[in-house]
């Protein structure tokens, strides 16, 4: 699984707005589907919301294959 870690400047990011911004999907559109389809947990459980708010100390995995973790600067 390749890990990615993400610094945020912010209370919360959106969860579709990380997949984007760590660079695992290509769009808003793709993050929306990946979520939808279940493919998107947080802290082991599987994400139902695009708008969900990942908070720093959280991880977020992408069908298994990339691990992001969200540190706050």
Not at 30 to 38: F, K, L, P, R
Not at 41 to 57: F, Q, W, Y
Not at 59 to 67: D, I, P
Request: proline share 3%.
């Amino acid at each position: 699984m390749k890990k990615i870690t993400v610094t945020i400047d912010t209370e919360y990011i959106p969860a579709s707005s990380l997949l984007k911004l760590a660079g695992v999907v290509e769009s808003g559109g793709q993050a929306s589907y990946e979520i939808e389809q279940g493919h998107v947990t947080m802290d082991g459980v599987v994400l139902k919301e695009k708008r969900k708010k990942v908070r720093p100390g959280s991880t977020v995995v992408l069908n298994h294959e990339y691990a992001i973790y969200v540190t706050e600067s």
